[in-house]
T-cell receptor, first 113, second 109 residues
Framework: DAGVIQSPRHEVTEMGQEVTLRCKPI?????LFWYRQTMMRGLELLIY????????DSGMPEDRFSAKMPNASFSTLKIQPSEPRDSAVYFC???????????FGEGSWLTVV | KQEVTQIPAALSVPEGENLVLNCSFT??????LQWFRQDPGKGLTSLLL?????REQTSGRLNASLDKSSGRSTLYIAASQPGDSATYLC????????FGAGTRLTVKP
């Protein structure tokens, strides 16, 4: 299996622009997680899905952030409009049900200038 | 809300030394605890997963223990090597998965 696949790997965008991050979980996994990592705050859980349904989005910082999972093999995290403080590494991860090993993608490195 | 703390924040040791990384958590109602390794500019790689009913897990030179009642886990690395240099994170899986801030390990040749 190719593992969790994220795109883009790197993105530099101007403040105010819309950013869309994409994730393909490992085939057969039914839990998907979006995390954000910064030096100041470490790894923060933004939202997670189980069987394509959002279970907990309490970590989503504000209304500018939204996430969707239209099917079992694809998820997006959207920031609109983006701000410089959104600059971070955004990780997608997946697992086969709760309680099992969680696998991370390589991350999407976002810089908002 | 689950709080996860890792001590020390950074550790530097000479090659060959055995070492212990610590992780503590505030809510003992967990499904499992997982240790990860993160290299600079990379994602997280799972090292060991300990279910809540287990006391320890071993993989090669790594041994992780779990004391759920006291809210503690340790990662023991035997005969450390320069290639072990990385940041090690523990993650506690309860209602969601919460991470510690990590321990940055440097193993000097």
């Amino acid at each position: 299996d190719a593992g969790v696949i994220q795109s883009p790997r790197h993105e530099v965008t101007e403040m105010g622009q819309e950013v869309t991050l994409r994730c393909k979980p490992i085939s057969g996994h039914n839990s998907l997680f979006w995390y954000r990592q910064t030096m100041m705050r470490g790894l923060e859980l933004l939202i997670y899905f189980n069987n394509n349904v959002p279970i907990d989005d309490s970590g989503m910082p504000e209304d500018r952030f939204s996430a969707k999972m239209p099917n079992a093999s694809f998820s997006t995290l959207k920031i609109q409009p983006s701000e410089p403080r959104d600059s971070a590494v955004y990780f997608c991860a997946s697992s086969h049900s709760s309680g099992n090993t969680i696998y991370f993608g390589e991350g999407s490195w976002l810089t908002v200038v | 809300k689950q709080e996860v703390t890792q001590i020390p924040a950074a550790l530097s040791v000479p090659e060959g030394e055995n070492l212990v990384l610590n992780c503590s958590f505030t809510d003992s109602a967990i499904y499992n605890l997982q240790w990860f390794r993160q290299d600079p500019g990379k994602g997280l790689t799972s090292l060991l997963l300990i279910q809540s009913s287990q006391r320890e897990q071993t993989s090669g030179r790594l041994n992780a223990s779990l004391d759920k009642s006291s809210g503690r886990s340790t990662l023991y690395i035997a005969a450390s090597q320069p290639g072990d240099s990385a940041t090690y994170l523990c993650a506690v899986n309860g209602n969601d998965m919460r991470f510690g801030a990590g321990t940055r390990l440097t193993v000097k040749p």
